[in-house]
């Protein structure tokens, strides 16, 4: 009876941020640890388009970045969709935080730091149901932190 109490809280835990997961062909990118947004339930975040998605990421980076570009897509019937990210939010670095404070870049290595995101969802992209979502940072390309969300955007 213990084992079955066990597993079933285990369970719940496990499955209480299942609307994110590591992007595990992206082995080096950095995971964030947590990602929390008033949009997202326990299974997938829901956001309609022209609505903001603010959503907390925290994670802690390897090296020192000086700029982390943001790049959004969504994969439709496995067709990846290229979310377009406008200014100042296409550089996670402007809304970077350690202890509460906007710090920006570059990044501390192993220490832990909140990216705030402010993500107005485009009206012209597609509505989708249970889709996955990948976040990328990248700096000079390389892929630096990696995370998919499965959203519905209606």
């Not at 509460?100 to 969802?121: A, K």
């Not at 889709?131 to 995370?147: D, Q, S």
Request: overall charge neutral; glycine content about 6%; proline content about 7%.
């Amino acid at each position: 009876m213990f084992k079955f109490v066990a597993l079933t809280v285990l369970l719940a835990i496990s499955g209480a941020n299942a609307f994110f997961a590591c992007c595990s062909d992206q082995p080096n990118a950095v995971c964030p640890r947590t990602v929390t947004s008033p949009s997202c339930s326990g299974t997938r975040c829901t956001v309609s388009r022209g609505e903001i998605l603010q959503a907390d990421a925290f994670f802690t980076p390897v090296r020192a970045h000086a700029r982390l570009d943001v790049e959004t897509t969504a994969y439709v019937l496995g067709v990846g969709v290229n979310l377009p990210v406008p200014e100042p939010d296409n550089n996670a670095c402007n809304s970077m935080f350690r202890n509460g404070v906007n710090v920006g870049c570059p990044t501390v290595p192993n220490v832990e730091h909140l990216w705030r995101l402010n993500y107005q969802i485009p009206t012209t992209i597609p509505a989708f149901n249970n889709a996955r979502v990948r976040y990328t940072l990248r700096e000079n390309g390389v892929i630096e932190g990696c995370v998919d969300i499965t959203a519905t955007i209606n």
